[in-house]
């Protein structure tokens, strides 16, 4: 159970603004929302994309189960492996959890590194068409070199922004073009704010470290994942049904690891090639982070600590309610 807030927020306020944390992979969000639920008297809504899966523990750096029991966290295990999970989904979940949260009297904190999902809890979903099955089933039979030239040719300024390597995000991209016949650069900017979530009553931050500090941080943190069997997982996973679900086998690391299983690679160049990965995943989050969300950021030095952030953090947040922002 979370402690009793130290420093809690006026008890005038019924309603505590939704707190959203994000950063890169491995730039230390968890242990500091963890902090921050328990000095504000808070609960942790996990944006990401991947944790609502069970049984995807190790590799998307799940809290344990004594973390969750530490404090409550929403949107984690929800769905079974052979389950599809998107934008509109989390949306939903999300906005629900906040309520929830709301109406206990406790302060929502959004914490995670999926920047789309932030984006449409703020500002709602894009005026796209929904997925059309027999599209999406050509379209995944396609090889990614050929939808890529398609995007290129149709769609220059998506093209130059999507993460090439990840073939579900360029699919879809075809798929929208080919439906509207409209370039899906242009409609992902037709955004629709959310009337449930004002963009001025959330208070929003953002963790950085330098490169170099985060680089030591994701290279620790992937041997420490293989230490505790992240091989293992993947291989009772796949038995699961990983390999059929073309959302989580997205999932940073797993699919190389599947590879790895498969005789591909060796589980030296495995570890070797995720730690590269998952450096350009986090360069790429900074990227996103920056250009599509107002964020007060805040910069983490190696000898910082969790502390010191959580009261910098608690404090903007008690300081600003109290300026009005949640009235």
């Known amino acids: 159970m979370a402690a009793e807030p130290e420093n809690g927020p006026p008890s005038s306020i019924s309603h505590s603004a939704p707190l959203l944390l994000a950063g890169p992979t491995a730039v230390g969000k968890s242990e500091i929302a963890a902090l921050l639920a328990e000095r504000l008297g808070g609960e942790i809504i996990s944006v990401d994309s991947m944790q609502v899966y069970r049984g995807m523990d190790i590799g998307t750096a799940k809290p344990s ?11 984690i295990d929800v769905l079974d492996l052979p389950e599809s999970f998107d934008a509109a989904q989390f949306l939903q979940l999300a906005h629900r959890a906040v309520s929830d949260i709301q109406a ?10 999926t920047g789309l999902y932030f984006k449409v809890f703020l500002d709602g979903l894009g005026q796209t068409p929904p997925v059309d099955a027999a599209l999406r089933a050509l379209l995944r039979a396609t090889p990614l070199p050929e939808l890529l030239r398609e995007l290129a040719e149709r769609d220059p300024a998506a093209y130059e922004r999507i993460d090439r390597q990840n073939p579900r995000r360029v699919i879809r991209a075809i798929e929208v073009i080919r439906l509207t016949g409209q370039p899906f650069s242009s409609q992902r900017s037709n955004w629709q704010p959310s009337p449930l979530v004002p963009r001025s009553s959330s208070l929003q931050f953002g963790l950085a470290r330098t490169p170099a500090d985060l680089h030591r941080r994701i290279e620790a943190r992937v041997d420490a994942m293989f230490r505790r069997g992240w091989v293992a997982e993947t291989e009772a996973l796949l038995k699961r049904g990983l390999a059929q679900n073309q959302t989580a086998m997205q999932a ?4 190389h690891i599947v590879e790895h299983l498969r005789g591909e690679r060796s589980l030296a160049d495995t570890i070797a090639l995720i730690k590269i990965r998952t450096r350009q995943f986090a360069k790429r989050q900074m990227t996103w982070f920056r250009r599509q969300l107002r964020l007060t950021w805040v910069h983490l030095e190696p000898q ?5 952030i959580v009261k910098t953090i608690a404090a903007h947040w008690t300081f600003s309610l109290r300026d009005g922002i949640d009235r």
């Open 65 to 75: 189960p004594g973390e969750r029991a530490r404090v409550p966290h929403h949107l």
């Open 104 to 113: 206990r009297g406790r302060v929502p904190i959004l914490c995670g590194g």
């Open 304 to 308: 910082s600590s969790a502390e010191e």
């Open 252 to 255: 940073l690391g797993y699919r």
